[in-house]
């Protein structure tokens, strides 16, 4: 019988795990350096410090802002087949590509070595090769599952960040400044989608045209919300129309596609069930409701059983 002392014994442990929780997350997110209050403060007190370290600091900024636009300001264009793939994938850096063409090769030769070893020469020939194959392919695969799962995010991000854009630009900012704001503020949310924000500043600040550093943006993510996203915010540009109200029905269209594609996977969930059900619960399920009565015909018409007589 539940009494009312054990609904608020139930109910106390209730809050105080959730503000154990709440208090560890809010601790752990302002000490990390993602977060936007902590960002604010050290460029505070950054700009607080005496002329030395400021230039000092510049000279760090400057020295990084070079490092990075080694290769970020680089036209897709301009960028080999497998450089635009790892840059989809978000593998930017130049030696990416450099472990990526490593793996290939290592794996293979892996999986050629280690089934010889184990099966013999004659017997191993055909599990070396299929383990070579699939040491080749395996780097491939997960580049394009890092592109899937990075697309993705990016495209259900986008809404959220389309919105935030419009608060920044009917606040009195800047396209520019309104972009930085919006890289700065999803970081947490969404770091995908900000870093590919950041990446846009960065080329402008490089000497890009903004027009070139929002195609590139299209060309680096390959996700096709963004490409009318850099369609229509061209076409604002060239014909002079309100970009707030241009990104304001650009949002509510990828809102409505994300709704659409939620609903899209949640319709699959019955279908994608049906494996599961099949071998996994459907075989307990006949082992429990059919397997007493197998127990029974095996022992009424086995040996000594009521049906065959009692004969033995």
Do not use: W
């Not at 014994?9 to 997110?29: E, Y």
């Not at 400021?54 to 036209?75: G, H, W």
């Not at 704001?181 to 500043?201: G, T, V």
């Not at 949640?266 to 059919?290: E, M, S």
């Amino acid at each position: 019988m539940i009494t009312p002392s054990l609904v608020l014994a139930l109910l106390a442990v209730f809050a105080a795990v959730a503000i154990i929780a709440g208090s560890l997350t809010f601790l752990s997110l302002e000490r990390s350096a993602l977060s936007p209050i902590r960002r604010r403060l050290e460029v505070s007190a950054r700009s607080a410090l005496r002329p030395e370290s400021v230039a000092a600091t510049s000279a760090a900024t400057v020295a990084l802002f070079k490092r990075v636009s080694t290769f970020i300001p680089k036209s897709p264009k301009q960028m080999t087949k497998l450089q635009r793939r790892l840059s989809m994938a978000g593998y930017t850096k130049p030696q990416h590509v450099v472990v990526y063409s490593i793996a290939e090769v290592a794996l293979a030769v892996m999986g050629f070595l280690i089934p010889m070893l184990i099966f013999g020469l004659r017997r191993g020939m055909l599990y070396s090769a299929l383990g070579a194959i699939a040491g080749y392919l395996a780097p491939g695969l997960i580049v394009d599952r890092a592109t899937t799962r990075r697309q993705k995010a990016i495209r259900n991000g986008l809404p959220d960040a389309l919105d935030l854009l419009i608060v920044c630009l009917e606040a009195g900012l800047a396209l520019d400044q309104a972009i930085l704001k919006c890289s700065e503020e999803l970081q947490i949310a969404h770091p995908q989608l900000a870093e590919e924000m950041r990446l846009i500043n960065v080329e402008t600040r490089a000497g890009k045209p903004r027009l070139e550093a929002f195609k590139n943006f299209a060309s680096r993510t390959g996700v096709d919300d963004v490409r009318a996203l850099v369609s229509m915010l061209i076409q604002t540009d060239r014909f002079g129309t309100s970009i707030a109200q241009a990104l304001r029905t650009h949002a509510e269209v990828s809102r409505t596609k994300r709704r659409q594609r939620a609903e899209e996977a949640a319709a699959k969930i019955g279908v994608k069930l049906v494996f599961p059900l099949v071998f996994c619960l459907f075989p307990a399920f006949y082992v429990v409701t059919l397997g007493p009565a197998v127990i029974k015909f095996s022992q009424a018409f086995g040996a000594g059983g009521f049906a065959s007589g009692g004969l033995k």
